[in-house]
């Protein structure tokens, strides 16, 4: 059945409502007046297909929703500021949300174009139960994380790039700027699959906890279709369980003990080590006894750990004390020596270089725009579509065809003089 217009101004008036943007709002991210928002969703004023694409980027959704036979005002974007209205209030992160879904939508298109068509049944779900108290939540986090690790291959070493890794699980990552006290949220919606965006002002290290920590939610907590991670949350179980997944994701009980051992720390009461006689030649191999407080965690030594995991001290620390690799005391030494820089400075002297602060992003919006060149090639969309999806992650037309000549794929030039005969 055809959209009439008066149908098609209703359905713009509830994808804004449903949004939880104002009329005002809408113009100025338009660039019309109020009175022309106002006559558009009331059906007296027409409106462009540019201002159509713009509105479905604006309220985070397909333009084709618009013109669907079924229409329903109720998306996952709509879903999420229902469950969290303190973030449509939140500008930036309310426009990062929408964008961030655009794009999602618009490379889950490209990927069926392509054959790749992911959808939430391809991503890793595991059930269980609502966590009966908070060492439940712990247990059910880190047995997920090895069982994870598991699958994926990961053995006990550091893990790759962990944006590049959850995209290749199907879910859309990216950096925003979120309120403070949230470090990140997650959003899966069947339109898109799963969406994970985490605050950009957070240091890179954190940004990786950040990272597992939503993945954590897309692996366990799917049924609620929005969550967001708030520091005044942290004791919730959910959350609870959502951290230990990420500390126990990132560092691998076997991998940390590994690491531990090869700094001669952490070591049993008559482990074996090798000690070198000053002037004797071949290594002689002795049973000894580590000298009294040689097994004492150090600052230097949660520096090293947190380098060689690409996680903060601050977790290296407390997964040490999980794992009870140190006691409670020598824990707060240790927070209460970082708290006080001895952490950074150590890490500086040893010439620990701080992590790539790149967008975390910058993967995916490649990943999208070679899509969208393999669709073209193949001649799956047009040139003008690709144009418009080019947009999307802010490439201008000049660049895109600088990219496409360089691909072979330039602009074929049309014969002044007109066809040979």
Request: with cysteine.
């Given at each position: 059945m055809?959209?009439?217009?008066?149908?098609?101004?209703?359905?713009?008036r509830?994808a804004r409502e449903?949004?939880?943007?104002?009329q005002?709002?809408?113009?100025?991210?338009?660039?019309i007046?109020r009175?022309?928002?106002v006559?558009?969703e009331a059906?007296?004023?027409g409106?462009s297909?540019l201002?159509?694409e713009?509105?479905?980027e604006?309220?985070?959704?397909d333009?084709?929703d618009?013109f669907?036979e079924?229409y329903?005002?109720?998306?996952?974007v709509?879903?999420?500021?229902r469950?969290?209205?303190?973030?449509?209030g939140?500008?930036?992160a309310a426009?990062?949300l929408?964008e961030?879904?655009?794009?999602?939508?618009a490379?889950?298109g490209?990927?069926?174009?392509?054959g790749?068509?992911?959808d939430l049944?391809?991503i890793a779900?595991?059930?269980?139960?609502?966590p009966?108290?908070?060492?439940d939540a712990?247990?059910q986090?880190e047995?997920v994380?090895d069982?994870?690790r598991?699958r994926?291959g990961?053995?006990?070493?550091?893990?790759?790039?962990l944006?590049?890794?959850?995209?290749?699980q199907?879910v859309r990552s990216?950096?925003?700027e979120?309120?403070?006290?949230?470090?990140?949220?997650?959003?899966?919606?069947?339109?898109?699959?799963?969406?994970?965006?985490?605050n950009?002002g957070?240091?890179p290290?954190?940004r990786?906890?950040?990272?597992a920590h939503?993945y954590a939610?897309?692996l366990l907590?799917?049924?609620?279709r929005g969550?967001?991670?708030r520091?005044?949350?942290?004791?919730?179980?959910?959350?609870v369980?959502a951290?230990?997944?990420a500390a126990a994701f990132l560092?691998?009980?076997?991998?940390v003990?590994?690491?531990?051992?090869?700094l001669?720390k952490?070591?049993d009461s008559?482990?074996?080590?090798e000690l070198?006689?000053e002037?004797?030649?071949?290594?002689?191999r002795?049973?000894g006894?580590?000298s009294?407080?040689?097994q004492?965690?150090?600052i230097?030594?949660?520096a090293?750990?947190a380098?060689?995991f690409?996680?903060?001290?601050?977790?290296?620390?407390?997964?040490?004390r999980?794992?009870r690799l140190i006691r409670?005391k020598?824990?707060?030494r240790?927070l209460?020596q970082e708290?006080d820089?001895?952490?950074?400075?150590?890490a500086?002297?040893l010439?620990?270089a701080?992590?790539d602060a790149?967008?975390?992003?910058?993967?995916f919006?490649?990943r999208?725009?070679?899509?969208?060149?393999e669709?073209?090639?193949r001649?799956?969309?047009?040139?003008a579509?690709?144009?418009?999806?080019?947009?999307?992650?802010?490439?201008d037309a000049s660049?895109?065809?600088e990219?496409?000549?360089?691909?072979?794929?330039?602009?074929?030039?049309?014969d002044?003089?007109?066809?040979?005969?």
């Open positions: 055809k959209t009439t217009a008066r149908e098609l101004a209703r359905r713009l509830q449903s949004a939880r943007l104002r005002e709002d809408v113009a100025r991210q338009l660039g007046s009175s022309a928002v006559h558009i059906g007296r004023r409106v297909g201002e159509l713009r509105l479905a604006i309220y985070g959704r333009m084709s618009f669907a079924s329903s005002a109720h998306d996952g709509a879903a999420f500021f469950l969290h209205p303190k973030l449509a939140h500008e930036p426009n990062a929408r961030a879904v655009t794009l999602g939508r490379i889950t490209l990927e069926r174009l392509l790749l068509d992911r049944a391809s779900h595991y059930a269980q139960p609502h009966r108290g908070k060492w712990v247990r986090g047995a994380a069982q994870e598991r994926l990961l053995g006990d070493q550091p893990l790759p790039d944006v590049e890794l959850l995209e290749r199907g990216a950096d925003c979120l309120p403070d006290g949230v470090s990140g949220l997650t959003l899966v919606d069947p339109a898109l699959g799963a969406l994970v965006l985490v950009a957070e240091v290290n954190k990786r906890f950040s990272y939503e939610h897309v907590d799917r049924e609620k969550v967001m991670s520091l005044e949350e942290r004791r919730s179980l959910p959350e369980r951290n230990a997944f560092l691998p009980r076997e991998g003990l590994q690491f531990i051992r090869s001669a952490g070591m008559r482990e074996r080590v070198r006689a002037f004797e030649d071949p290594v002689s002795v049973e006894r580590p009294p407080g040689s004492t965690l150090q230097y030594d949660a090293l750990l380098h060689h690409g996680v903060s001290r601050v977790t290296a620390i407390y997964r040490m999980n794992l409670q020598d824990m707060e240790l209460q708290r820089g001895a952490g950074s400075r150590v500086r002297l010439g620990l701080a992590p790149t967008p975390a992003d910058q993967g919006r490649w999208f725009l070679s899509l969208g060149i669709a073209l090639r001649e799956e969309i047009s040139r579509k690709l144009n418009e999806l080019s947009r999307l992650i802010g490439m660049e895109l065809e990219i496409l000549t360089a691909c072979g794929l330039a602009q074929p030039t049309v002044a003089v007109g066809p040979h005969h």
